[in-house]
């Protein structure tokens, strides 16, 4: 277990490609780290970097006290899985779960309890005398697994080590890692795109896009206070909605859509501070309602053009003039059907607002 | 007009009629030799199929010279397996390593490097002959093993073979031995090398052959017999005064020949892979 700090990290690769910037990041002992973002936002360069196996172009790296900017990455005490489990096709479960052992001089009779131990708890035990390429794809990835557990490193470093496996098999190790962290305690630093796995796993999530963090926080803080547009539209599935509007004070304050006007709490003096009367709304599609267009308290009536029933809740879709709309309900109302209209209601202590350029949440 | 079948048949036979003639040309000289050496001297060159089988001409090859326990024939044999050897090994091991290095790792100059191995690949051995034999005046290796296999001890054709193989390498692999605490040259010799098993042994054997079969360059730097290679033992056995014992030359070219036969029966699909991989080589 080690505390990691990252201090005012920069890395651009040779081909003057600028993979992270201003990249400050304090991982707490322990901790399991989600980093997540869209492809090519350097994560897995981030994770490099924490590895070692690449040189950083500035700032500061350190892993528990020490600052390891030149320390090799045999020594930086880490151990690393990989997205295409990189197994030494040559060599046995066994000796793939022995070799950094081995390196490392560590006695005979030692690497065989460890790699036993380890081969126990991940119930491999059986596929010690085999090649990797006789393994399948949850089997390479136990083995994968196995071979950082038995470096007892004090620290894992995760490169979407799930995204080449099938839905159920990713559901079962999603499980068995996070069991995994909750026995060895391992400081944990974990790249995923996917999301299920970010909001499900970490104790804290890192929001990256285009080299840059754009939140660091809580599942939950992430989910239901997203800092800016990106993080609002990158956290949950469907993406939010997001509705050009424009805000009037006169007579008093509201958000105006060209099929809806919604109240707006906020004080005059706020309105001001934000300077722009465009801002982009957003709403969660669980953040709605439907209704029978004709109820009294729906805020905007729209033509459905799709419903996706998924058994316990439906997507509902939604067309409006200059876009469409996204509804995720459990109760589906009567009078709902493909080509009718149906009534939204939105709940409205879940409103998202962000300017209308920078992007950044308009908190109130 | 033909039919379908028939002109397919046609095109087959016209194909398998040039084959076999090719074949023919390329065969006849060996076959021609493996009888010959074992024919009686008078019939050597006026028939074909011997009238009996003879050893003679083997039994002289390895007794001739002999002073004592050791024949020179032995001898080369053991002059050329030592400098085979030494050179497949060097060019496997400064191969792996220069390919490794050129394919993977980053470094000033790496291009002009990589640039300057193709380039040189592009000249005749020839060129280099009278720079190279001045040189091993100098070093004062002429007659010696050295003076030898130095020249070849490393190869523009095996480093860029094993450079190309490397970097089909998936870097995550390289990534993981760093991690598990390899050195760079660790990472060639156990992880890259045992990956690349067919291009090693193609490089090996390809380098064995061309070891064996050398000749202009042993008879340069060689006058003593103690240390002369078979090719160049045989090429004198076409001079002088044995120049009129056929059977002597026939029967030692077709023992120079049998370690590449043995070599092509234990490693064939690797001489085809090697053919395919790079070009004609060897
Ligand atoms: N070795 C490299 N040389 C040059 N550019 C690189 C190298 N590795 C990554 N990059 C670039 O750096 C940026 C960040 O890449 P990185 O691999 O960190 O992204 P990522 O977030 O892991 O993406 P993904 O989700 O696709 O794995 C990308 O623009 C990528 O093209
Ligand atoms: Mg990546």
Same mark, same amino acid.
């Given at each position: ?40 936002? %350097?994560? #897995? ?16 790296? /350190? ?20 997205? &295409? ?8 479960? /066994? ?6 052992? !081995? ?5 005979? $009779? ?35 697994? %196995? ?12 490169? !979407? ?38 909001? $499900? ?21 992430? /989910?239901?206070?997203?800092? &800016?547009?990106?993080? %609002? ?15 009037? $004070? ?25 300077? #722009? ?33 998924? %058994?316990?809740?439906?997507?509902? /879709? ?19 059907? !493909? ?18 350029? #920078?992007? !950044?949440?308009?908190?109130? | ?118 380039? =040189? ?24 093993? =050295? ?101 002597? =030359? ?33």
């Amino acid at each position: 277990m080690a505390a990691i700090r990252l201090k005012n990290v920069h890395k651009t690769y040779p081909n003057n490609v600028l993979a992270v910037s201003s990249f400050n990041l304090d991982i707490n002992e322990g901790e399991f780290l989600i980093l997540v973002g869209p492809s090519g936002c %350097g994560k #897995s360069t981030i994770l490099r970097l924490i590895a070692g196996l690449e040189e950083l172009t500035d700032g500061m790296i /350190y892993i528990g006290d020490q600052l390891v900017n030149d320390v090799v990455p045999k020594d930086r005490n880490i151990a690393m899985v990989f997205q &295409n489990y990189a197994l030494y096709p040559h060599m046995s479960v /066994y000796q793939n779960m022995a070799f950094g052992l !081995e390196m490392r001089k560590v006695p005979k $009779t030692d690497i065989g309890d460890r790699v036993h131990e380890a081969a126990d708890m991940l119930q491999i035990i059986d596929l010690l005398d085999r090649k990797p390429k006789e393994l399948s794809g949850g089997q390479q990835q136990r083995v994968a697994l %196995g071979r950082a557990i038995v470096q007892k490193p004090a620290v894992f470093l995760f490169d !979407e080590p799930l995204s080449n496996l099938d839905a159920k098999l990713r559901v079962q190790m999603r499980a068995q890692i996070k069991t995994l962290h909750a026995l060895l305690k391992t400081t944990i630093v974990y790249v995923t795109h996917d999301q299920v796995e970010a909001m $499900t796993m970490g104790d804290r999530i890192v929001i990256m896009h285009e080299g840059l963090i754009q939140q660091i926080g809580t599942p939950l803080e992430i /989910y239901h206070q997203p800092r &800016n547009r990106f993080v %609002g539209e990158f956290i949950g599935s469907p993406p939010m909605n997001i509705l050009p509007v424009t805000i009037t $004070t006169d007579p008093k304050p509201e958000l105006r859509h060209p099929d809806f006007v919604l109240p707006l709490a906020q004080t005059s003096a706020w309105l001001e501070s934000i300077g #722009s009367r465009q801002v982009n709304l957003g709403i969660r599609p669980e953040d709605v309602t439907l209704a029978d267009p004709h109820s009294a308290d729906i805020h905007a009536t729209w033509p459905v053009v799709l419903i996706e029933s998924m %058994g316990h809740e439906s997507l509902v /879709y939604l067309k409006l003039a200059d876009g469409d709309f996204v509804a995720k309900v459990n109760d589906l109302p009567g009078s709902l059907k !493909e080509g009718a209209d149906i009534g939204v209601r939105f709940q409205l202590d879940r409103l998202h607002l962000f300017h209308w350029e #920078s992007g !950044e949440v308009l908190a109130p | 007009m033909l039919n379908r079948s028939q002109s397919k048949f046609l095109s087959l036979t016209a194909t398998y009629a040039l084959l076999a003639t090719g074949l023919i040309f390329i065969i006849f000289p060996y076959i021609w030799m493996v009888l010959a050496s074992l024919k009686p001297s008078a019939e050597i060159y006026n028939r074909l199929i011997p009238t009996r089988i003879t050893l003679e001409h083997y039994r002289m090859v390895f007794s001739l010279g002999s002073t004592g326990s050791t024949s020179p024939f032995v001898r080369a044999i053991f002059n050329s397996l030592v400098v085979s050897s030494i050179t497949t090994l060097s060019v496997v091991f400064f191969g792996a390593i220069t390919g490794y290095a050129l394919a993977r790792l980053r470094f000033k100059g790496q291009n002009l490097l990589k640039n300057f191995i193709l380039f =040189q690949m592009l000249f005749p051995i020839v060129l280099f002959l009278i720079p190279r034999f001045l040189l091993m005046i100098r070093l004062g290796w002429i007659n010696t093993y =050295q003076g030898m296999f130095s020249p070849f001890m490393m190869s523009a054709w095996g480093t860029f073979l094993f450079m190309q193989f490397f970097k089909t390498v998936p870097q995550s692999l390289i990534d993981a031995a760093r991690l598990d605490g390899c050195s760079e040259l660790r990472i060639v010799f156990r992880i890259m090398l045992p990956l690349s098993k067919s291009v090693t042994i193609i490089v090996a054997i390809f380098t064995f052959m061309s070891m064996w079969d050398e000749f202009l360059w042993y008879l340069i730097v060689t006058k003593d017999y103690n240390l002369m290679p078979l090719s160049v033992l045989l090429g004198l056995y076409t001079r002088g005064e044995y120049s009129s014992y056929p059977g002597i =030359q026939v029967a030692g070219a077709t023992l120079l020949t049998l370690p590449i036969l043995a070599l092509f029966y234990f490693f064939r699909e690797y001489f085809t892979k090697g053919i395919t991989m790079t070009g004609v080589k060897g």
